[in-house]
């Protein structure tokens, strides 16, 4: 199967500050990818969808001034958490697919930790 | 939209025993049901999917079965091992979206 990068895999930043996640297809052209929020023992919840060159599309209730997505190319898509709170403390999670690879295929995750 | 139940939500095995995890979907116009084995820590990886005009894939120990009519598909993993244990997810797509089971965590005991 195809290569998700997420990086960095852990961050833990102060309160009222930004984080960039990054999300990178290693191997193929990801034309859409996806963000997903994880609380502990729940499942995957979309956030938001970004195609490769346009704005992204934010899933109902979740704000998209605070949740900056950016997909700038074929290969590359990051998620800012602006002026983070403890509350946005989550596992986040990006995929991708493309022509090549129809399937999503998952990044690592990210553990952000807001104290 | 799309909605995606899960059961059970938590299922313990012997190892060498099999595993039935089950879904129901509501969108008859989903076309894509793929599963993901998500270890602690970890993105979830894909195990195994498939699409709206099969009935069955079978890879190695693990196989998927769709009924389109029902609107439900299951995983099935045969002679399990400790390894095998973690969450598994069902999804179904849904106008480009992957919509999420709430998860099963499989327990294999040795």
């Known amino acids: 199967g195809a290569v998700v990068s997420q990086h960095p895999s852990r961050v833990i930043c102060k309160s009222g500050t930004s984080v960039k996640i990054e999300c990178r297809s290693l191997?193929?052209?990801?034309?859409?990818m996806f963000w997903y929020r994880q609380f502990p023992k729940q499942s995957l919840m979309l956030m938001a969808t970004s195609n490769e060159g346009s704005k992204a599309t934010y899933e109902q209730g979740v704000e998209k001034d605070k949740f900056l997505i950016n997909h700038a190319s074929l290969t590359l898509s990051t998620l800012t958490v602006t002026s983070a709170h403890p509350e946005d403390s989550s596992f986040y999670i990006c995929s991708a697919s493309g022509q090549t690879y129809t399937e999503a295929f998952f990044g690592q995750g990210t553990r952000l930790t807001v104290v | 939209g799309e909605n995606v139940e899960q059961h059970p939500s938590t299922l313990s095995v012997q190892e060498g025993d099999s595993a039935v995890i089950k879904c129901t979907y509501s969108d008859s116009a989903s076309n894509y049901f793929p599963w993901y084995k998500q270890e602690l820590g970890k993105g979830p990886q894909l195990i195994i999917d498939?699409?709206?005009?099969?009935g069955e894939k079978k890879d190695q120990r693990i196989a998927v079965t769709l009924n389109k009519t029902a609107k439900h598909f299951s995983l099935h993993i045969t002679e399990t091992q400790p390894e095998d244990s973690a969450v598994y997810f069902c999804a179904a797509r849904s106008y480009n979206k992957l919509i999420f089971g709430a998860g099963t965590r499989l327990a294999v005991h040795p």
């Open positions: 498939i699409r709206s005009n099969v």
């Open positions: 191997d193929f052209q990801a034309t859409t």
